[in-house]
């Protein structure tokens, strides 16, 4: 079964009021599909979560000429093969071995982003040609995976924020847990909007608390401090991004609030850090923005053995499969209290999420159907 074509497309909805957090605001919804064709006529398709979209969609192209009539089963001979590109080797410059030269260090987020994109198709041509969803060929189990609903965006428009309002309807639509963001006030401001998240949550659902890498140490722990009464269950990307794990364990060491962190990390090598040094406690790897699946199920088998749970940042149609596969070391999966328009918009056929779980199907692959009318209107 040879890998035949690979073709993108994108798709974008603008935001009515862009989504802000204490990094950037968010002005659209935005994804990238893959879709991978295989000689005989099997086709799956991937997901990447990144940007620019113009240059993923070219090394998406790129990297699946060099792929193209290679065995679609062999999804870490692929991988290996795309992922060798990144870095010199023997002869690698002069072309010796038939590949192109080493890529450059650069692009590496975006070609990194690629490869996610190439892989998750690879593995839902696995599922349909074995005729199963992906979670049964790891061995899992059809149950209910935990979802979480994300919000408390912070409003651009200068209207009120309902920031409290909007996590209690998270509540009564059947949620267990949500994840609000905070880190672009004062930390006072913050620490207030936290009491107030609760205040309005009750006291039996958990807390998630999203800083966007707001901090530096010490400011992390004043503010961990302060929010410490409202009975947190994780700080999410607590420190600076160039901050590193050792940072991480000082922090750790401060505040009995456990830490989540690695969804911005391009490898399991740097997620391997993090996870030795036991300081972060949830790891939220991205398979859609850097690698794909099968670095996500190294990550999974890697967070098992050291006893860290896995939840997986966004998609959760998706990433659902490897929570699945991984039940005594998953968290669970993130959903938009507020599905965005995109989401809501572009399948005919995924996971259901209800009374905040996710609920897979017996589909074959990842058990998503598109709706192509619907993403034609937003191509860009």
């Not at 190439?118 to 040609?129: M, P, Q, R, S, T």
């Not at 909007?166 to 880190?183: I, N, Q």
């Not at 050792?246 to 740097?270: G, K, N, S, W």
Request: aromatic share 10%.
């Amino acid at each position: 079964m040879k890998i035949g074509s690979i073709k993108t497309h994108a798709a974008s909805i603008p935001f009515e009021v862009p989504r802000v957090t204490a990094h950037e605001p968010m002005r659209a919804a935005s994804v990238i599909l893959v879709e991978v064709r295989t000689e005989d006529g099997i086709t799956g398709y991937g997901q990447i979560h990144g940007a620019p979209m113009k240059d993923i969609c070219e090394w998406v192209t790129r990297l699946g000429e060099i792929v193209r009539g290679m065995d679609a089963l062999a999804h870490l001979e692929v991988w290996e093969r795309l992922f060798s590109l990144t870095s010199p080797r023997p002869g690698g410059i002069e072309g010796r071995d038939g590949l192109p030269p080493p890529l450059p260090r650069a692009a590496r987020p975006q070609i990194m982003a690629a490869v996610a994109g190439i892989d998750i198709a690879l593995w839902d041509i696995k599922g349909k040609a074995a005729g199963l969803p992906v979670y049964r060929l790891l061995g899992g189990a059809n149950r209910p995976v935990l979802a979480y609903a994300t919000g408390g965006y912070y409003r651009s428009d200068g209207k009120p924020d309902t920031f409290a309002e909007e996590h209690a309807s998270f509540v009564a639509a059947g949620y267990r847990a949500v994840k609000l963001k905070v880190g672009a006030q004062t930390i006072p401001e913050d620490v207030e909007r936290v009491r107030l998240t609760r205040e309005a949550i009750g006291k039996e659902t958990l807390l998630l608390l999203d800083l966007t890498a707001a901090y530096g140490i010490d400011d992390c722990i004043a503010f961990a401090r302060g929010v410490e009464p409202c009975d947190i269950f994780w700080l999410e990307e607590p420190l600076h991004w160039y901050l590193q794990p050792a940072d991480f364990q000082r922090l750790a060491a401060a505040t009995p609030i456990p830490l989540a962190h690695c969804e911005r990390e391009l490898t399991r090598f740097t997620v391997r850090d993090f996870i030795a040094s036991g300081a972060v406690r949830y790891v939220q790897f991205d398979s859609t923005r850097h690698a794909g699946f099968t670095e996500s199920l190294r990550i999974a088998t890697l967070a098992e053995q050291f006893g860290v749970r896995i939840a997986p940042h966004q998609v959760p149609e998706l990433h659902a499969h490897l929570c699945a596969a991984f039940p005594g070391a998953s968290f669970g999966v993130e959903s938009n209290g507020v599905p965005d328009p995109l989401w809501a918009g572009m399948y005919a056929q995924r996971a259901q999420i209800t009374g905040g779980f996710v609920h897979l199907n017996e589909a074959p692959g990842f058990g998503v159907e598109f709706d192509w009318k619907f993403l034609d209107r937003h191509r860009v």
